[in-house]
């Protein structure tokens, strides 16, 4: 048996690591440690195609043992949004029991310095990597996103996402120095000395609470940024999404264990059906920290409720493109297209609301109506999703009944441009698939606007029909300030409707994308790159990954002392 690593082997290990992700979020270019391509799995300990579905298969109706403290129960009920019942048991906790359990393990996680603590998440990160197949099950069975968007958002790019928290994290804590000296001259007297000692200290306890869409790519940044900066970590998954979550705790706890340090600092918050832990747990006093992605009615609670922790929100917006003109419209179409329809639009970033002028558009094609357009892009849809096998693996199944019933009632709120239709998934008959509506609306009536401007999270999209591009632009400014927005995107030739648009996302804190025609989408962010949310608009306080989304995980306390 191979002996377990120490802090140093694990440093000696990952540095490397650790140093090319500090470069690559100080440069923002394209950077990776993480293959997006199944056939790159296999070698070196990780687990090929095949390995990986047996291993998921394994995990089908068993009891999921974490060794926690305070185990009072056994809870699950996962059922698959492809049909299957997954069976999987996990631990119910007795907080009152695992909350100070969780506590004990912090001041020598504390005392192990910031590139320890960022070389054992690297470890935990690497050996989830190396289960990447078997993860991308697990996403897929509780998300209902199809194998090979699991594989690559559920796998390589939510590790980028927890490396690069890492990275952030350990940037920030060693920006102050770990002791000074400190000499004041006093004249003709002896010179005041002192040394300084600075230790970045951990908030308490972090709380992260998982979403049923992205349970890793959006429950990993919080995550390892918590347990970076020294803070333990309490995962409250998605009662619908617990699987791949508590995989990530198992990995976790046994990486600390292995290094030396209390498997307790990472712990699974699993529920009972209607028990809304959540809820509980957030306005606990040891919990000092929460990172939430959800309902914007459960993130408002949490900012007003929680007011003993930090706060981190990932809410919802209504994402908004302005069509204006092109010089590529068939690029411009088959992007939207794909954009609309990848999960059911089932992504906090996937556009809603497409501002186009009643007057119509210019492109490279010669003028076209709004009526043409909308047309234009519907047949867009229609021909990317045309054969169902392309279509399965776009679109995934529908993640709970909520979304089908927003599909199914938004055909009633104007004229249809784009039905929906159903979808048979060959190997999963059960699967809920739909292709996506597109309605088209007049922005100048208040019934539509009652509509186009709350937030119908699925595979739903408005044409809305506006005056000029001066009023897109416009209405573009207000759905920002009042609903937010995760992603803006515009097309336009004209440099003077670029530079408005660009001013209002500069003002109101969106995130633009201009022109896309090619294989990078609105709904898509790179680790290391791109800014996922601003943390300046309603949609989200804060963005995945920055400084601030760190630096308030801990405080650095000082010791001086006469020299």
């Given at each position: 048996?191979?002996?377990?690593?120490?802090?140093h082997?694990?440093?000696?290990r990952?540095?490397?690591?650790?140093?090319?992700?500090?470069e690559a979020?100080?440069?923002?270019?394209?950077w990776?440690p993480?293959?997006?391509?199944?056939?790159a799995y296999?070698?070196?300990?990780?687990?090929d195609a095949?390995?990986?579905?047996?291993?998921f298969?394994?995990?089908?109706g068993?009891r999921?043992?974490?060794g926690?403290?305070?185990?009072d129960?056994?809870?699950?009920?996962?059922v698959?949004?492809?049909g299957?019942?997954?069976?999987v048991?996990?631990?119910?906790?007795?907080?009152?029991?695992?909350?100070?359990?969780?506590?004990?393990?912090?001041?020598?996680?504390?005392d192990?310095?910031?590139?320890?603590?960022?070389?054992?998440?690297?470890e935990?990160?690497?050996?989830?990597?190396?289960?990447?197949?078997?993860?991308?099950?697990?996403?897929m069975h509780?998300s209902?996103?199809?194998?090979l968007?699991a594989?690559?958002?559920?796998?390589p790019?939510?590790?980028?996402?927890?490396?690069e928290?890492?990275?952030?994290?350990?940037?920030?804590q060693?920006?102050t120095?770990?002791?000074?000296?400190?000499?004041?001259?006093?004249?003709?007297?002896?010179?005041?000395?002192?040394?300084?000692?600075?230790?970045?200290?951990?908030?308490?306890?972090?709380l992260?609470?998982g979403?049923?869409?992205?349970?890793?790519w959006?429950?990993?940044?919080?995550l390892?940024?918590?347990?970076?900066?020294?803070?333990?970590v309490?995962?409250?998954?998605?009662?619908?999404?617990?699987l791949?979550?508590a995989?990530?705790v198992?990995?976790?706890?046994?990486?600390?264990?292995e290094?030396g340090?209390?498997?307790n600092?990472?712990?699974?918050?699993?529920?009972?059906p209607?028990?809304?832990?959540?809820r509980?747990?957030?306005?606990?006093?040891?919990?000092?920290i929460i990172?939430?992605t959800?309902?914007?009615a459960?993130?408002?609670?949490?900012?007003?409720n929680?007011?003993q922790?930090?706060?981190?929100?990932?809410?919802?917006?209504?994402?908004t493109?302005?069509?204006?003109?092109?010089?590529?419209?068939?690029?411009?179409?088959?992007?939207?297209?794909?954009?609309?329809s990848?999960?059911?639009?089932?992504?906090?970033?996937?556009?809603?609301n497409?501002?186009?002028?009643?007057?119509?558009?210019r492109?490279?094609?010669?003028?076209?109506s709004?009526?043409e357009?909308a047309a234009?892009?519907?047949?867009?849809?229609?021909?990317?999703?045309?054969?169902?096998?392309?279509?399965n693996?776009?679109?995934?199944a529908?993640?709970?009944?909520?979304?089908?019933?927003r599909?199914?009632?938004?055909?009633?709120?104007?004229?249809v441009?784009?039905?929906?239709?159903?979808v048979?998934?060959?190997?999963?008959?059960?699967a809920v698939?739909?292709t996506?509506?597109?309605?088209?609306?007049?922005?100048?009536k208040?019934?539509?606007?009652?509509?186009?401007?709350?937030?119908?999270?699925?595979?739903?999209?408005?044409?809305?029909a506006?005056?000029?591009?001066a009023?897109a632009?416009?209405?573009?400014?207000?759905?920002?300030?009042?609903?937010?927005?995760?992603?803006?995107g515009?097309?336009?030739?004209d440099?003077?409707?670029?530079?408005?648009?660009?001013?209002?996302?500069?003002?109101?804190?969106?995130?633009?994308s201009?022109?896309?025609?090619?294989?990078?989408?609105?709904?898509q962010?790179?680790a290391f790159?791109?800014?996922?949310?601003s943390?300046?608009?309603?949609?989200?306080?804060?963005?995945l990954?920055?400084?601030?989304f760190?630096?308030?995980?801990?405080?650095?306390v000082?010791?001086?002392?006469?020299?």
């Amino acid at each position: 048996m191979a002996a377990e690593p120490t802090t140093h082997e694990l440093i000696a290990r990952h540095r490397p690591t650790l140093d090319q992700a500090l470069e690559a979020i100080r440069t923002r270019a394209y950077w990776s440690p993480h293959p997006e391509h199944p056939k790159a799995y296999g070698e070196h300990g990780s687990l090929d195609a095949a390995a990986g579905k047996a291993a998921f298969d394994a995990l089908l109706g068993t009891r999921l043992d974490l060794g926690q403290p305070g185990t009072d129960d056994w809870v699950g009920g996962e059922v698959s949004p492809y049909g299957i019942d997954l069976g999987v048991s996990y631990p119910h906790a007795d907080i009152d029991v695992l909350l100070p359990a969780m506590r004990a393990g912090q001041r020598a996680w504390r005392d192990a310095g910031a590139e320890a603590r960022a070389a054992v998440c690297l470890e935990i990160l690497k050996r989830i990597s190396d289960r990447t197949h078997e993860f991308a099950h697990t996403v897929m069975h509780t998300s209902g996103q199809a194998f090979l968007m699991a594989f690559q958002a559920g796998g390589p790019h939510a590790q980028d996402r927890g490396l690069e928290a890492v990275a952030y994290a350990y940037a920030e804590q060693v920006r102050t120095p770990d002791t000074a000296e400190w000499t004041k001259p006093q004249g003709k007297r002896d010179p005041l000395a002192l040394t300084k000692a600075f230790t970045p200290v951990p908030r308490g306890i972090a709380l992260v609470i998982g979403c049923n869409t992205f349970p890793t790519w959006n429950g990993y940044p919080g995550l390892f940024a918590s347990l970076a900066t020294g803070n333990a970590v309490l995962v409250k998954p998605h009662p619908r999404a617990v699987l791949p979550l508590a995989l990530t705790v198992k990995t976790a706890r046994e990486v600390l264990a292995e290094a030396g340090f209390d498997a307790n600092l990472v712990a699974l918050a699993a529920e009972r059906p209607g028990e809304g832990i959540a809820r509980t747990l957030a306005t606990r006093p040891e919990i000092r920290i929460i990172d939430y992605t959800g309902s914007t009615a459960f993130g408002d609670w949490l900012e007003a409720n929680a007011r003993q922790a930090q706060v981190y929100t990932e809410k919802a917006g209504v994402n908004t493109v302005l069509v204006e003109s092109t010089d590529d419209y068939k690029g411009m179409l088959a992007n939207l297209a794909f954009s609309l329809s990848l999960y059911s639009g089932q992504m906090c970033t996937t556009p809603q609301n497409l501002l186009i002028p009643r007057t119509g558009i210019r492109t490279d094609e010669g003028p076209r109506s709004y009526d043409e357009v909308a047309a234009d892009l519907a047949k867009a849809v229609d021909a990317l999703l045309g054969d169902d096998a392309r279509a399965n693996a776009l679109l995934g199944a529908i993640v709970n009944p909520d979304v089908k019933a927003r599909l199914e009632a938004a055909a009633a709120l104007g004229e249809v441009a784009l039905a929906s239709r159903e979808v048979t998934h060959p190997d999963f008959p059960d699967a809920v698939v739909r292709t996506p509506v597109i309605v088209k609306l007049d922005g100048s009536k208040p019934d539509a606007e009652a509509a186009y401007l709350s937030e119908c999270f699925g595979p739903v999209s408005f044409a809305v029909a506006v005056d000029s591009a001066a009023d897109a632009v416009e209405l573009l400014r207000r759905t920002v300030r009042e609903k937010g927005a995760m992603t803006v995107g515009a097309y336009t030739t004209d440099e003077e409707v670029e530079q408005a648009v660009r001013e209002v996302c500069l003002e109101e804190a969106a995130q633009l994308s201009l022109n896309l025609t090619g294989g990078v989408y609105v709904n898509q962010t790179a680790a290391f790159s791109d800014f996922h949310g601003s943390g300046g608009n309603p949609a989200a306080n804060a963005a995945l990954t920055d400084g601030a989304f760190v630096a308030n995980r801990f405080r650095v306390v000082e010791v001086r002392r006469q020299a």
